[in-house]
């Protein structure tokens, strides 16, 4: 119990000491106009650097992701193959791919795949 005490002190010790260090250190930093503008090979910059992002662009980002995880997904359901029932096997799969078809379908009918607005 005591040696409990005694480690967790001297954990508790430690981070105080980094977490003053951390502050010692963000204090050095100041903020310095001319780092933290864009850089644009020593011109200055000709457009903001804020501009509007494009919205497909996002969309299909999030497709990507959404689709990129479901293979992952199906990976290890191959792999099960051989000691999974077949009957739930199939089941599994069937309503997997099912939800992924009626996903994309969404995603068509709802225009997100369409570039043209």
Known sequence: MMLNLISMLMMLFILMILFMIMILINMKMK????KSAPFECGFDPFNKSR???SLNFY????IFLIFDIEISII???IMNF???NMIYFNFLFTT???FMIITIFYEWK???LNWKI
């Open 31 to 34: 903020f310095n106009h001319n």
């Open 75 to 77: 990976l290890p359901m």
């Open 82 to 84: 051989k000691i999974s």
């Open 110 to 112: 709802f225009g997100s």
């Open 51 to 53: 501009i509007p992002f």
């Open 96 to 98: 997997f791919f099912m």
């Open 59 to 62: 969309l299909i980002a999030i």
